[in-house]
C-alpha cells in the first residue's frame, strides 16, 4: 500500500488551533482519523488519543473509550498544573471540567488484513470515501456512520466517562485492488467531493498529485475558493500497489507543525480553547455538551478575533515556550 498523509488548519489560525489528528501505523497496518469538536475543550488531545489508539490496536470501542477518558483527564490535569506553574489563568479551564463539560470528537479507522482486504470503523462525519475509476470518469462511494447529511453537529466520542457522547461506532469491510484508491478525510473534503459528485473527476486527479504539505496546502485554499468549508481539514490516500506492507510516500507530522506555532508564538489548547461557559448547553439526545452560538442555536465556533481579545496570555509566546521546556524538564506536583 502506498500511504501519504495530510492535515492543514482553519484561515487566520495557527497548527496549535488545529483540532484535527491523523495517524498512520506501518507496524499495524491501520490509518485512523479523527476530528476534535472544536466547540469543546482539549479536543486536540482527545483527537490524538483516538486516531493513535485505533492506529495502534484496530478498535476504539465503548470499553476503550471509557480507559481513554482515564488518560485524557490526566493530559488535561498535567496541562493545568503546568499552567499555573507558569502564573496562568486556568479558572476557566477548571470551571468547564467542574461541570463535566469536556471534548468530543469523531472517528474514522480502517485496517488492512491483507493486500486487499480492509475492515474499518465510523464514527461522525468523516468518512472513507473509495474512488474507482471507469474510463475517464470516477465513481465515489462515501462509507458513513452518519444517516444526514453534513451539519454542524455530529456523531461523537465525549472524553467524560459518563457521557458516551452522540451515536454509535459503525464497523465496514470491503476490499481494495488496482481498480481502486481509498481515502480517509475529515468532514470538509467529504461535504465538497460529494457536493461536486457530478464534476469529480478534476478534483480527484488533483488529489492524488499531492506530494507535500504546501501541496495540500495551496489545494485546500483553492477549494475554499470553491465553496468547501473553512475548517481543519485532513486527507489520507491509500493506493493498491499489491502488496500489505505500508510504503509510506509522505506524512505530515502535526507535533512538529505545532512545535513551531509555540516556538513562534502561537497558543497552546489553555489559550485555545472556548470561553462563556454559560453557552455551554446539553446535547438534547444523552447530555452530552458543546457550545452553542447565541445568534444562531447551531453549533458554532467564537470568533478568532473574540479568542484572541479574551484569551490572550500574559507570557509572550518564546517566553512561554521557554518555561514549557525547563518545567517539563523539572515537573512537580501541584
Not at 490535569?77 to 477548571?94: H, L, P, S, V, Y
Not at 452560538?293 to 442555536?297: A, G, I, S, Y
Given at each position: 500500500m ?24 506501518s ?12 466547540q ?36 488535561v ?18 470551571r ?13 479507522g ?21 474512488v ?76 492524488l ?23 481543519d481539514?485532513?486527507l ?15 506524512e ?40 452553542m ?5 447551531s ?12 484569551q490572550?496570555?500574559?507570557?509572550s ?12 524538564k ?5
Open positions: 502506498r500511504i501519504r498523509g495530510f492535515i492543514t488548519l482553519k484561515c487566520a489560525e495557527n497548527f496549535s488551533d488545529c483540532q484535527d489528528r491523523f495517524r498512520i501505523n507496524i499495524t497496518k491501520i490509518v485512523a482519523v479523527s476530528d476534535g469538536i472544536s469543546s475543550i482539549f479536543s486536540a488531545e482527545w483527537a490524538e488519543l483516538l486516531s493513535s489508539y485505533y492506529a495502534d490496536n484496530g478498535h476504539c470501542d465503548e470499553h476503550d473509550r471509557l480507559w481513554l477518558s482515564s488518560e485524557w483527564r490526566s493530559i490535569d498535567a496541562k493545568i498544573c503546568e499552567r499555573k506553574m507558569q502564573g496562568g489563568n486556568t479558572r476557566t479551564a477548571e468547564m471540567l467542574g461541570k463535566h463539560k469536556g471534548a468530543g470528537a469523531t472517528l474514522c480502517v485496517k488492512f488484513l491483507n493486500a486487499n482486504r480492509w475492515e474499518g470503523h465510523i464514527l461522525g462525519d468523516s468518512c472513507i470515501i473509495t474507482s475509476k471507469l474510463e475517464s470518469q470516477y465513481q465515489l462511494d462515501f462509507i458513513s456512520s452518519a444517516e444526514k447529511e453534513f451539519d454542524n453537529c455530529p456523531d461523537y466520542y465525549d472524553s467524560f466517562p459518563e457521557k458516551r457522547g452522540r451515536g454509535t461506532l459503525k464497523g465496514f469491510s470491503g476490499e481494495i485492488n488496482q481498480e481502486c484508491i481509498m481515502i480517509l478525510v475529515s468532514d470538509p473534503l467529504a461535504k465538497f467531493l460529494k457536493e461536486n459528485l457530478d464534476k469529480s473527476a478534476p478534483y480527484i486527479e488533483e488529489l498529485r499531492l506530494n507535500n504539505h504546501e501541496d495540500f496546502c495551496r489545494l485546500v485554499s483553492s477549494w475554499r475558493e470553491s465553496g468547501m468549508d473553512d475548517d481539514t485532513t489520507c490516500i491509500v493506493e493498491w500497489d499489491g502488496s500489505d506492507l505500508f510504503q509510506i510516500i509522505h505530515d507530522n502535526i507535533e512538529r507543525l505545532v512545535e513551531n506555532d509555540l516556538i513562534l508564538g502561537g497558543r497552546d489548547s489553555l489559550d485555545t480553547m472556548p470561553l462563556g461557559v454559560d453557552n455551554v448547553i446539553p446535547m438534547p439526545s444523552n447530555g452530552s455538551s458543546i457550545l452560538n447565541e445568534n444562531d442555536k453549533c458554532a465556533v467564537h470568533s478568532l478575533t473574540e479568542k484572541k481579545n479574551n490572550r496570555c500574559d507570557l509566546g518564546i517566553f512561554r515556550r521557554l518555561m514549557h521546556n525547563i518545567i517539563k523539572n515537573r512537580k506536583r501541584c
